[in-house]
């Protein structure tokens, strides 16, 4: 076990998010876990591991052998699959998990049983009804209850076009109301004791594939409000992405809640004050640190574009160090 001063932070499922594995290993010792050896972000971090998939039962022992091995003090998430598992490691007490409980995560996983606890919660959650069942009015959103990265949704203008949606969609679907104006998304970050730190709002200039890849972050004290108001309801443990819509006629109405670090990670580091980003605090909090909240306090107006980058590896699977700009970097200003 490592001492506090040499922390160590175990990032799951890293896939390709470098962003946030080199961002958390500017901090701490990083340790990155992904079944693929291909991951690249895992090639950002101090130490790399191959771990069983998510529905192994060895996947959370294994984890816990890492934990050991390294003196880890927070298992953070990069993705949505093992949010419920481990959810439910951390309440057995078994992995130092950044997530919230696993019913909250297995409940914000459906897209339609969201919406079911975010109204019982008295939370706005646009309408909302499963195949079948009447809709008040048309345009429709037909998504999939558990689709991700904006995968087979369809807008349909009327009950004809959303039916063959529903039929064309290969697994269950939901049928929404469309919501006719403006999309932000919300980057929070909770305390383990579900205490809202701090709530970013963006705009989402342009996405990709369900991915924000152009955004501003804004000061609209509405939807700062409303993030650390579903942040704290649901009792997020670590962070999440709130994803809502400003309807011309409803107002708002959030469509996507993500118990993890959202697409567009960048946003909220940019516009954090010195010392406040998010994983710095969830660094000095696993150090055993009380962080405070300070919600609201960011700097707005920063304007985000993201681009795409890869790595060389050699037969071995081990970065060559190359790349295909030398010197590498951008060029300097004219």
């Known amino acids: 076990m490592g001492s506090s001063d040499s922390i160590a932070v175990l990032l799951t499922g890293v896939g ?14 990083v340790v990155a876990a992904d079944p693929n050896p291909l991951a690249p972000a895992q090639y950002a971090a101090h130490f790399r591991r191959a771990v069983p998939r998510i529905e192994d039962p060895a996947y959370v022992p294994t984890l816990q052998g890492l934990c050991e091995e390294f003196g880890v003090g927070a298992v953070v998430p990069l993705t949505d699959l093992d949010l419920e598992v481990l959810g439910q490691a951390r309440v057995d007490g078994l992995l130092p998990a950044f997530v919230p409980d696993p019913e909250i995560a297995r409940g914000t996983f459906d897209k ?19 195949p079948g069942d009447p809709v ?35 697994e269950p679907t939901m049928v929404q109301r469309f919501m ?27 996405s990709r594939g369900g991915e924000s890849i152009k955004g501003k972050v804004i000061d609209d004290r509405e939807l700062i ?18 994803q809502v819509f400003r309807d011309h006629e409803i107002g708002l109405g959030i469509t996507d809640v993500n118990t993890r670090f959202g697409g567009a990670f960048p946003a909220p580091m ?7 980003t998010y994983p710095e605090l969830i660094v000095r909090m696993a150090r055993g640190e009380q962080v405070e909240p300070h919600v609201g306090e960011f ?15 050699d037969e071995a699977l081990q970065p060559t160090g190359r790349d295909i700009i030398s010197p590498a970097g951008p060029p300097p200003p004219r």
């Open 16 to 29: 390709k998010r470098y962003d946030i594995v080199s961002a958390f290993a500017q901090h701490a010792t």
């Open 112 to 130: 339609y049983e969201t919406h079911l606890l975010l109204s019982r919660l008295g939370l706005p959650s646009p309408p909302t009804v499963l």
């Open 136 to 170: 008040d009015a048309f345009p429709v959103m037909v998504k999939p209850r558990w689709g991700s990265g904006a995968r087979s949704i369809h807008r349909a203008d009327d009950a004809r076009a959303a039916e063959f949606f529903v039929d064309y969609i290969r």
């Open 180 to 206: 006719d104006g403006p999309e932000f998304s919300i980057d929070v970050l909770c305390d383990l004791r579900g205490r809202c730190l701090n709530a970013i709002p963006r705009t989402m200039i342009e």
């Open 225 to 242: 409000d409303l993030g650390r108001q579903v942040a704290e309801t649901l009792h997020f443990r670590g962070p999440g992405t709130i």
């Open 270 to 276: 940019y516009a954090a004050l010195p010392g406040r």
């Open 299 to 313: 700097r707005a107006g920063l304007t985000f574009t993201r681009y795409y980058w890869q790595l060389e590896l």
